[in-house]
C-alpha cells in the first residue's frame, strides 16, 4: 500500500490474478523441475549456465533477447584511477603485479558468443570476467576496458547481471508485444515444459 499509494487495489488485483493463474504449474525440462535463473537484462543475448557457473544445463542456453539494447542502463561507464583498479584486484590477489605501463595492465582478454568475458589477464594474473565484475562493483561481465586520456580506465558494461536464463527487460518487451506466458518461458528456458503440479508425477 505504501509503494502503490492509490493504485494499490489495481495493482494488487492483477498480481493476485496472475498468481492464482498459475500457482499449480511448473516449469519442467525432462520431466524434473528447472533451475528458473534470470536477470535484468542480457547484453542482447542470453548467456549459458556453463560459461557463467561451469554447469552444462541444456535449457540454460544462449537466446536472443535483442530488445534488452533499448533498455535503461543497457550501457554504462566507470572510471577507475589505476590505483583504484589495483587496490580492487589485489584485495583478492595479494601477490598479483602490475607493470609500469598502464597499457600493459589487461591483456589476453577471451570472450564468449554472448559478450562475456570468459578469462583476462589482470596484470600477473588470470581472473575470470565474472571475478572482474565482482571486484569492480560493475554491472555486467558483457563488458570493454580501455584507458582514457587522462590515464584512467574506463570500464563500459552492457546489460546487468549474470545473463543466463529469463530477462526480465527482454520478457517485458515480448509481453508487451503479445507473447504469452508460455511463449516467453519457453523462448528463454529451451526445451522446457509447463505442467500441472497436481497431475504430474516426478520421476526423481
Not at 563488458?143 to 545473463?163: A, E, Q
Request: glycine share 8%; net charge negative; charged share 25%.
Amino acid at each position: 500500500r505504501e509503494y502503490y499509494g492509490d493504485n494499490y487495489e489495481e495493482y494488487y488485483g492483477k498480481v493476485s490474478d496472475a498468481v492464482d493463474e498459475v500457482c499449480d504449474m511448473i516449469l519442467v525440462y525432462e520431466d524434473e523441475p528447472i533451475v528458473a535463473a534470470f536477470h535484468s537484462m542480457s547484453s542482447g543475448t542470453t548467456e549459458s549456465a556453463e560459461n557463467i557457473w561451469g554447469v552444462n544445463l541444456s535449457y540454460l542456453v544462449p537466446c536472443d533477447s535483442s530488445s534488452d539494447k533499448t533498455a535503461p542502463g543497457y550501457e554504462e561507464e566507470y572510471i577507475f584511477t589505476p590505483e583504484e583498479i589495483k587496490a580492487r584486484i589485489t584485495s583478492k590477489y595479494e601477490d598479483a603485479e602490475f607493470p609500469s605501463d598502464t597499457k600493459k595492465w589487461f591483456s589476453e582478454i577471451q570472450r564468449s558468443s554472448s559478450g562475456t568475458v570468459t578469462n583476462l589477464k589482470a596484470g600477473s594474473i588470470q581472473i575470470t570476467g565474472m571475478e572482474f565484475r565482482d571486484l569492480l562493483s560493475v554491472r555486467s561481465a558483457v563488458f570493454d576496458i580501455c584507458l582514457t586520456n587522462d590515464n584512467n580506465f574506463s570500464v563500459t558494461t552492457h546489460g546487468y547481471g549474470h545473463g543466463v536464463g529469463m530477462s526480465q527487460y527482454g520478457a517485458n518487451s515480448m509481453a508487451a508485444e503479445g507473447k504469452t506466458c508460455k511463449q516467453i518461458l519457453e523462448h528463454y528456458y529451451r526445451g522446457t515444459e509447463i505442467k500441472s503440479v497436481q497431475n504430474h508425477s516426478f520421476s526423481k
